[in-house]
């Protein structure tokens, strides 16, 4: 059974902390993601990556950071958590080719205040 | 960024009852996808649809992609409790990795 898990399911971060966000996969998916779910605005794309050490940004990619050292983990970095970064975070992976058909983790609800 | 407009934002469903969903795009893509996400949990992939006018179903659900490229619709047929959640729709380009995903409708029970 495929997996996607992420570190935590909910987290309170006071304003101007930095926030980490781990994300791993043990389906050896070569693309993972960041989104961010808002209501009303659907996932928004905030980073993806397609291998090791490698990223590119996606849609809002403002005020966050991302690394993947390791093929299985895709970490996203608040470097100064802010209020309005509040929301679900949302980490997916695919297999290269099929970036349409991703696997997503449960998210995690981010409270920052 | 692009933006997919879905409708509609929510409803409610009585068992039984049949109920469609569409979602409609300014640009073209190369894939439409639907995705299901309960309380709790992340999306999961419903169905995938990879030329015009394609229909596909998935058991209850049916979902066609437009012959513009630029829609797609998703119905449910014969409602049950455990259609409730968040349905998105996504569109693919053909090239790259990204998908662009619509506001999502939320499915609820009538009371």
């Known amino acids: 059974d495929v997996k996607v898990t992420q570190s935590s399911r909910y987290l309170v971060k006071r304003t101007g902390e930095k926030v980490f966000l781990e994300c791993v996969q043990d389906m050896d998916h070569e693309n993972m993601f960041w989104y961010r779910q808002d209501p009303g605005l659907g996932l928004r794309l905030i980073y993806f990556s397609y291998d090791v050490k490698m990223k590119e940004k996606g849609d809002i990619p403002e005020g966050y950071s991302v690394s993947r050292e390791k093929k299985e983990r895709f970490s996203l970095i608040l470097e100064s958590a802010s209020t309005n970064q509040t929301s679900m975070y949302l980490c997916?992976?695919?297999?290269?080719?099929?970036?349409?058909?991703?696997?997503f983790g449960p998210g995690t609800r981010l409270t920052v205040t | 960024g692009q933006q997919l407009n879905q409708s509609p934002q929510s409803m409610f469903i009585q068992e039984g009852e049949d109920v469609s969903m569409n979602c409609t795009s300014s640009?073209?893509?190369?894939?439409w996808l639907w995705y299901k996400q309960e309380p709790g949990e992340g999306p999961v992939l419903l169905i995938a649809l990879y030329k015009a006018g394609e229909l596909t179903s998935n058991g209850r659900l049916t979902a066609q992609f437009g012959i513009t490229r630029k829609d797609s619709f998703l119905n449910i047929s014969a409602s049950i409790p455990s259609d409730v959640g968040i349905y998105f729709c996504a569109g693919h380009e053909a090239a790259g990795n990204k998908l662009t995903f619509g506001g999502g409708t939320r499915v609820l029970v009538k009371p």
């Open positions: 997916a992976s695919s297999v290269i080719g099929r970036s349409y058909e991703q696997y």
């Open positions: 640009s073209i893509f190369n894939t």
